[in-house]
């Protein structure tokens, strides 16, 4: 894959793809904390193991942001498997990893 670089904004969120890494910006409110897997915590920040996975990407990490009310899934990052460049591509599989996502966390 290329080494391309696109941002763009999509429901107030940044999503990024840098080569085929993409980060996203999310808000999804965490009610099983129990299955997920913790690499690192710092202050109110906790960076979680996803390994979620279908045939355009691999979500391998979440950030978790705690509040006094909720915990909330505030970031993605994910493995691209083929080189997307076009921004309605880019929403369509963005909309579909919070899908996955909120399988994993609700």
């Known amino acids: 894959m290329s080494k391309q ?3 763009i904004l999509f429901n ?6 840098i080569g085929n890494l993409f980060y996203a910006d999310t808000d999804l409110i965490v009610n099983n904390t129990e299955k997920l897997k913790v690499t690192n915590s710092i202050n109110n920040v906790i960076y979680v193991e996803l390994n979620i996975e279908n045939d355009s990407y691999r979500i391998v990490k ?3 942001c705690k509040s006094r009310i909720h915990t909330y899934l505030c970031n993605i990052v994910a493995e691209m498997k083929k080189e997307i460049t076009d921004d309605g591509e880019i929403k369509q599989i963005y ?4 899908e996955e996502v909120a399988k994993v966390i609700t």
């Open 95 to 98: 909309l579909k990893m919070l």
């Open 62 to 64: 979440g950030v978790l």
């Open 12 to 17: 107030n969120k940044d999503l990024v793809l």
């Open 5 to 7: 670089f696109k941002k």
